[in-house]
């Protein structure tokens, strides 16, 4: 959790309860990221709103809808220049809408396990254009010119778990 308050371009992971969470901390568990305690990741786009997959779609959503759950917001911990938090929250804007799919699932474990199927989900889920929520995250980033991670991975290859483990480290 932060004291600062989140900016715009800031992004976070929280914690989901219900049977969805336990689901995805499964999920993120068999994929090699151990229970993590952060199933969900969403960026702030300002004025009290953030933008984040849903099973329906990518939505623009009040922040209020976290308050109360377990928060670790990126704010202080990923330098970013204005032009950089204005170019993430325009794209995820852009990203309303976007569909949400479990294949983005399929080949994040086949990329894990190195299946040979890894590059041809890869490509259906590029070309569908569908994201999970830490997926619009990255997407978001590199959209605006920064990776997150030092290995350049793909976007569709990232979990909440990837994202709490960065803000962690």
């Known amino acids: 959790m932060t004291t600062t308050p989140p900016l715009p371009g800031d992004f976070a992971v929280v914690r989901m309860g219900g049977r ?6 499964i999920g993120q568990f068999l994929n090699g990221d151990g229970f993590a305690d952060y199933e969900h990741a969403f960026v702030h786009v300002g004025d009290g ?3 984040e997959a849903q099973p329906g779609g ?6 209020s809808v976290y308050d109360g759950r377990p928060v670790l917001w990126s704010t202080g911990r990923i330098p970013l220049t204005e032009e950089q938090r204005t170019a993430i ?12 799919s479990l294949a983005d699932y399929l080949a994040l474990a086949a990329a894990r396990i190195h299946l040979p199927a890894g ?9 569908s254009k569908h994201m999970i929520c830490s997926q619009l995250v990255d997407q978001c980033y ?12 793909w976007p569709g ?3 909440p778990a990837d994202l709490a483990k960065l803000l962690s480290s």
Do not use: K, S
């Not at 590199?142 to 991975?153: I, M, N, P």
């Open 20 to 25: 969805t969470g336990r689901l995805i901390r």
């Open 49 to 51: 709103q953030l933008v």
């Open 58 to 63: 990518a939505e623009l959503r009040p922040l």
């Open 89 to 100: 929250t325009a794209a995820a804007h852009r990203y309303v809408g976007t569909p949400y």
């Open 119 to 127: 590059p041809l989900l890869r490509n259906y889920v590029a070309t």
């Open 142 to 153: 590199q959209d605006a010119g920064v990776h997150l991670f030092d290995d350049h991975r």
């Open 157 to 159: 290859y990232v979990t």
